[in-house]
């Protein structure tokens, strides 16, 4: 598979704080890892996958690369291939929130040991904000990133308790943590947008009320700015 970055990939690298090895979580491709590497990001990845043909997909782009001697592969799921210590960041990308969860939840060793994490879920992100305090786990910052007409929402996290989070912070997550603010406005836009259409359809009485409250959470956020 030739090389392809993305607006959504850069802005994983460049919220990436230097550090002596990055395990990238689900590396598939093994896109991240190279970008990471190319940038300086790390001296070391640990590029790992829970399918060894997509592990092999990495393999490919980069086994041959000037970055050989500086990337391992593993198969295997989640953290439980990384040893407590092993890895200073750690990238887990384009999966959806509960797995994220599940992964960070099932190997507290290497959690704990790791010094910034930097995860993306692509749902269930209200489900994320409200579990991280209980894995010990805080959002230091967020960044909304727009590529191809659907929103990303990367979030740099941090061992340790953070303030609790309020029923509107978890849904639109907590302003003043988040980077790209014209990103997030316009995603907030096309929230209210969505929910609009949605409340139109929905007849039933509770369903209304839950999208009409998440509508006028999205408005307030939006028309506070
Ligand atoms: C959509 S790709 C994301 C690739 C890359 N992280 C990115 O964001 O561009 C998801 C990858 O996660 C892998 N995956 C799913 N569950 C996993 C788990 N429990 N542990 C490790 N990898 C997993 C899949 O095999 C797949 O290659």
């Given at each position: 598979m030739a090389f392809v970055s993305?607006?959504?990939?850069?802005?994983?690298?460049?919220?990436?704080?230097?550090?002596?090895?990055i395990a990238d979580i689900g590396?598939?491709?093994?896109?991240?890892?190279?970008?990471?590497?190319?940038?300086?990001?790390?001296?070391?990845?640990?590029?790992?996958?829970?399918?060894?043909p997509s592990l092999r997909k990495a393999e490919n782009l980069l086994?041959?690369?000037?970055?050989?001697?500086?990337?391992?592969?593993?198969?295997?799921?989640?953290l439980q291939v990384i040893?407590?210590?092993?890895?200073?960041?750690?990238?887990?990308?384009?999966?959806?929130?509960q797995l994220i969860?599940?992964?960070?939840?099932?190997?507290?060793?290497?959690?704990?040991?790791?010094?910034?994490?930097?995860?993306s879920p692509q749902k269930n992100i209200y489900d994320v904000r409200r579990m991280l305090p209980d894995l010990g786990l805080h959002i230091e910052k967020e960044r909304i990133v727009e590529e191809d007409r659907r929103f990303y929402d990367h979030m740099f996290i941090r061992n340790g308790a953070s303030e609790p989070y309020s029923e509107e912070?978890?849904?639109?997550?907590?302003?003043?943590?988040?980077?790209?603010?014209?990103?997030f406005m316009k995603?907030?836009?096309?929230?209210?947008?969505?929910?609009?259409?949605?409340?139109?359809?929905?007849?039933?009485?509770d369903?209304?009320?839950s999208v009409a409250r998440e509508l006028s959470i999205w408005k307030k956020v939006y028309t506070e700015e």
């Open positions: 993305s607006k959504r990939i850069e802005a994983i690298v460049d919220m990436a704080e230097n550090c002596r090895t590396t598939d491709h093994g896109f991240i890892s190279k970008r990471l590497l190319e940038e300086g990001k790390t001296e070391n990845i640990i590029a790992t996958d829970i399918s060894a086994r041959d690369s000037v970055f050989s001697c500086r990337i391992v592969f593993r198969v295997g799921n989640g040893s407590p210590g092993e890895a200073d960041g750690i990238v887990i990308a384009g999966m959806g929130g969860l599940k992964i960070l939840g099932a190997s507290p060793e290497v959690v704990g040991k790791a010094d910034w994490m930097i995860i912070e978890l849904l639109t997550g907590r302003l003043s943590l988040t980077e790209d603010r014209d990103a995603m907030a836009a096309h929230r209210i947008r969505s929910l609009e259409r949605i409340l139109k359809k929905v007849t039933d009485g369903d209304r009320i």
